[in-house]
């Protein structure tokens, strides 16, 4: 008999390293070389926003899911509280979303891969895909797996990272850049080197380091116990902000003057080169390749399972909401892997531009779906005051702290707007909603004409 449900084979330890997982990839690892390059030293402040945003965002997230056993994923509450088409556009709008970053992940690979062998970009790329996507056709308790080791390895190694900084901090080790000191942090240029444009303009990478944040809303559905593991994985976000990123970032900034870091390179990579260690450079290189392919794992299981739930609410084709018999949404995972070797494509056809510009598109995607939850979640406090009051997991400040999330992510598309580099993105996205606004009204016109002519 055919399985019509995901399998709850995801134990807390899974939940809390793909919670991890989410919150640390390609953003941070490669990502924050371009962010530092327009922001320098104020690019902590400007983690620390958005983290601190994300972080109320995810509560939100986290108290609607826990309203109702039958909610697997945002896109059905979004139907209870602002409609079916919500749910449809939101719904294929994050699937485009983890499209895009997992395009930027693979991207990625092919060039940490360059840092040992000279071949093109689009080679690795494709060949870690297929190799991800073999291992997701398995079991989703192998993903957790996978998600957890990989997970592991970027922990391990930013806690590294902070104490070898730590150890050159108190010994004021001397470097070809200089002595390393927190000093650095102020000594070229200031805090704000480049101003508030520039503190401002490294929003939409930063905005894409958290990208997969909400990653735990999406395994929802194959957690074993959601009550108690979901909201352990969201009250630890803070703590990670803090640790994985302001704490590795003020490190970086310490040991290497900003000035000497670029967004063609991994910041982390320059920095173990720098202190003299090219053995440990190769390893960091090894680790941030892991990291993309961790992210690009994370990819693969959250679009195969938004088709999944698509495909049951009969918003994508029927087909998608088939499981194997690992319990496995299969065609689902093989039609996003299908349109994720775009990426590839694009690595071949713009290996300088490619990361760019998926990129920017993900970080606008990804604030649509953000604000969706943070509108759902108003609504829930006004039309379900009685699940509100029983609630065990309640968003804290709320309503004012969603609007004032929501003013927050309207300002930071409004800069996207205003340069050039975001601007043609951001000027395109309208056409991928208006051609979901318009597919959506031809299923609701067919469904019309059926129920007339029944």
């Known amino acids: 008999m055919e399985q019509k449900e995901l399998k709850r084979d995801l134990k807390d330890r899974h939940v809390q390293l793909i919670a991890i997982g989410g919150t640390i990839g390609t953003g941070l690892f490669l990502g924050s070389g371009k962010a530092i390059q327009l922001a320098g030293p104020s690019i902590i402040f400007a983690y620390l926003i958005v983290g601190c945003a994300l972080f109320f965002v995810m509560r939100a997230l986290g108290e609607l899911l826990l309203s109702n056993a039958g909610y697997k994923s945002f896109t059905d509450f979004a139907e209870d509280y602002i409609g079916p088409w919500a749910a449809y556009v939101t719904g294929w709008t994050y699937w485009f979303c983890w499209i895009m970053t997992a395009m930027a992940d693979i991207i990625a690979v092919g060039v940490y891969v360059q840092y040992w062998f000279d071949i093109p970009q689009w080679i690795p790329a494709l060949a870690s895909l297929v ?88 395994s929802a559905a194959e957690t074993a116990n959601p009550k108690k593991n979901i909201p352990s994985a969201i009250n630890k976000i803070p703590l990670r902000i803090l640790f994985f990123y302001v704490g590795a970032l003020f490190i970086l900034l310490s040991i290497n003057p900003w000035t000497e870091l670029n967004a063609a390179n991994s910041p982390f990579v320059r920095t173990f080169t720098l202190v003299g260690i090219p053995v440990a450079a190769g390893i960091i290189n090894f680790v941030v390749l892991t990291s993309a392919a961790s992210a690009c794992n994370s990819g693969l299981f959250s679009t195969s399972r938004i088709l999944f739930n698509l495909g049951k609410q009969d918003q994508a084709p029927v087909k998608f909401a088939r499981l194997n018999n690992n319990h496995v949404p299969s065609n689902a995972l093989l039609i996003s892997a299908l349109v994720l070797s775009v990426g590839a494509l694009l690595s071949k056809l713009l290996p300088e531009q490619a990361f760019g510009i998926v990129t920017t598109i993900s970080a606008i995607c990804f604030i649509w779906v953000w604000s969706i939850i943070l509108i759902c979640h108003i609504r829930y406090t006004k039309m379900r005051p009685d699940l509100r009051k029983k609630s065990t997991f309640k968003a804290p400040l709320t309503p004012l702290i969603n609007y004032v999330v929501l003013a927050l992510f309207g300002f930071i598309l409004m800069i996207m707007l205003i340069v050039e580099e975001t601007r043609t993105a951001l000027l395109m996205t309208p056409l991928w909603f208006g051609l979901l606004f318009g597919l959506f009204a031809n299923r609701k016109r067919k469904e019309k004409d059926i129920s007339l002519t029944a």
Do not use: C, H, R, Y
């Not at 104490?163 to 200031?190: C, E, H, M, Y």
């Open 131 to 218: 190799f991800l996507l073999g291992l997701n056709l398995l079991t989703v308790k192998l993903f957790g797996e996978l998600e957890f080791w990989f997970a592991l390895i970027k922990v391990i190694t930013i806690l590294a990272l902070i104490i070898v900084g730590i150890v050159l901090l108190v010994i004021g080790f001397k470097t070809d850049a200089g002595t390393v000191s927190v000093k650095n942090l102020w000594d070229n240029g200031g805090l704000f080197p480049n101003g508030i444009s520039g503190f401002l303009l490294s929003f939409q990478m930063v905005v894409f380091a958290f990208v997969g944040v909400e990653l735990v809303g999406v």
